[in-house]
């Protein structure tokens, strides 16, 4: 949609140069050195060479650089270096400038980052998963030399995300599917909740609109009721906090959008049972380091003596700061209404590194050697992975990824030096952790005396001792029980040089056998010993002979050898001969740039809901356009489609329902706790007061616990929804959900 009317020339050049003073001003007003006379250049570069140039919006072109420009120095703090990079970024990617022409222009440095940006432009992703690992490759490896390049990066897609309602549909579910998959938790993982928290906002936006407007409406309309109560809970501390004469800022949070439909799908809850909405944030001036540790310890006995406090939920995070440099003292306490509050106490820096993450860094770089450290460590894992490379595409993402998602556990060598681990990681996590060869050789572990397996779970805290055995080796279920990206990424190389030690004993056994029996192993021979076996490629041929699965006996030799060699040497000069006979005929082609209305009543024949999440009108689709041109519709949220999204966006096409008044089969599995009646109240709540056709009911007790599976006759997902809120009401009812 185009609904930009240019305004006359002059007062377009007026806006553009507005908007450059504005970050000029951010810029001055920030204690970075005044390097103005070089950003006077790069913009005014930068406005030249994308003169005439069009945003899909219709807004010239510049206002783009200038925005992300705005962003670099504004949210990210960063200097001059940045801000020039920034408006630079996409003039060699788009106009007829060369990087010879920035660096002759502006030096070395800025032109080496927006080297770096260009050759990780167009997405991350592109048609071809491999080639979407090697972008990601370069984004990683690009991160290394000069975390910079990064960081202008994440500006450029958080103003690409800002304006992404003058893209077509299936660009935003592109866009806003990477932005899930990789920027947001980039941007965690450099500690930049900000933008990491409107990065998942605006992709929730775009991915299940109504939903967000849904919460946002909730949220504003409780927005007076809140500050009320905060104002309540916080009253007594401000008065303590001024008697011991801090000076602080207090301020009350609100969780984003996205956050509370997490939470709202993974616990099944409707918007008003999420508890922790609320959030304040005591943020305390502080000029001696030496006493930031127990000034905030200070303030939260100032919470303490108040209110009751959440045992559970005490998080430390200054002894322990979070790999990407996080500190803070987190609580949870009991406000008034009875609603838990949560508080986090920071001090300026530590809030200052909060929100900037790694950029913060430059601003502090003396005092933070530690959190560096930290952050060096995580750099040099991305390294090794790097070294180690995937040949699977798909494997190396998910490897990453991994390692980009997970929140970290800390656990102990036997020496007491402290290892970070993602959450979830075992034993054997800790033994590749500490060294390839300890986890390669790792049988066991022990923690506080006691033996367990190589699959056990740490927490955090553990003493862990590796135990290990010159005869153990790596096995592939290894695979399925490690967390960490270091551990997988050794494995599945370690997995690989033996199936490589494999093939060529396979290979030779392979020759011996030819010689022996005076075969000449031509390329025709060894294709139809091939076709014999149904294999594909000469690897798994002599991989299978290696491992005694097939045995190729002198008899066979000569029977496969006699065969009649016309039909194979056709299959040689056309291969897609035969399969063309047999393949499906294909559906007539989609114009992926429209948007489809699936009519639930007349079925469309090229149009199949996906068996991995089985959508129904009412939930949000999307298609993904198969070869033959059949459509499959997933749900967005679905892990599946999550994947697709990502590493087949060009096939992407964007699918609404239209309206029908067919019914669906839905699933829905219960728990409760039993008690006499129950199960006629749940069928007379379904059947009566709703007058919905249940089709099959599966109950299994144990104890007092009950687990029952329904299947029921609906319109639409909505209706689902209404069945849950009907069933979670009935006493001893405790989760009702749809599972397909
Ligand atoms: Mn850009």
Sequence with gaps: MNTYTPPSPAE??????????????????????????????????????????RRRSGEPYILHPIAVAKIVISELGLGSTSICAAFLHDVVEDTEFTLDDIRNAFGPKIAEIV??????????????????????????????????????????????????????PEKQFKIAGETLYIYAPLAHRLGLFKIKLELEDLAFRYEHPQKYAEI???????????????????????????????????????????????KMRNKNIPFEEIYDVYAVRVIFENDD??????????????????????????????????????????????????KWIEVQIRSRKMDEIAELGYAAHWKYKSGVSEEESELDAWMNTIKDILAHPEPNAIDFLDTIKLNLFASEIYVFTPKGDLVTLPAGATVLDLAFAIHTHLGIHCIAGKINHRLVPLSHKLDSGDQVEIITSDSQSPQPEW????????????????LRKDERQLTARGKTIFKELMESEGIEPSNEFITKVLANYQLKTREELYLMLANDEINLSAKELTDIRSRRS????????????????????????????????LHPDDKQPNFITAPCCTPIPGDDVLGFVEEDESVVVHKVSCQEAMRLKSAYGPRLLAVEWGKGSDSFLATISIDGIDRLGILEELVATISQRLGINIRSLNIEATHEVFHCKLTALVDNADTVEEICVALLKIKGIKFAQRIS
């Design 12 to 53: 377009e050049d007026r806006i553009i140069e507005e908007a450059y003073q504005d970050v000029l001003r951010a810029y001055i007003a920030s204690n970075h050195r005044k390097k103005v006379e070089i950003i006077e250049r790069a913009f005014r570069f930068a406005k030249e060479a994308h003169r005439g140039v």
């Design 115 to 168: 080297d770096g940006l260009t050759k990780i432009s167009g997405g991350i992703f592109g048609d071809r998963s491999s080639m979407q690992a090697e972008n990601f490759k370069k984004l990683l490896l690009s991160m290394s030399n000069d975390i910079r390049v990064v960081l202008i990066k994440i500006a450029d897609r958080l103003h690409n995300m800002r304006t992404l309602g003058s893209m077509r």
């Design 479 to 494: 695979l399925e029980f490690c967390k960490s990206a270091k551990a997988q990424t050794r494995i599945r190389s370690l």
């Design 566 to 597: 016309s039909m194979w040497k056709r299959l040689l000069r056309n291969p897609f001969s035969l399969r063309k006979k047999n393949s499906p005929k294909k559906h007539p082609p989609v114009n992926r740039k429209e948007t489809y209305i």
């Design 289 to 338: 380091d030496a006493l930031e540790h127990i000034k905030c310890w200070q303030i939260y006995t100032f919470f303490s003596e108040g209110h009751r406090l959440h045992p559970d939920r005490l998080r430390d995070w200054i002894s322990t700061p979070k790999a990407n440099g996080y500190r803070a003292l987190h609580l949870t306490a009991m406000g008034p209404e009875g």
């Design 216 to 262: 946002m409406e909730k949220l504003s309309e409780g927005a007076d009721h809140r500050e009320e109560i905060v104002e309540k809970f916080v009253g007594p501390v401000r008065k303590k906090l001024d008697e011991a004469g801090f000076k602080y800022e207090i301020k009350a949070r609100v969780k984003s959008a996205y956050s509370i439909f997490n």
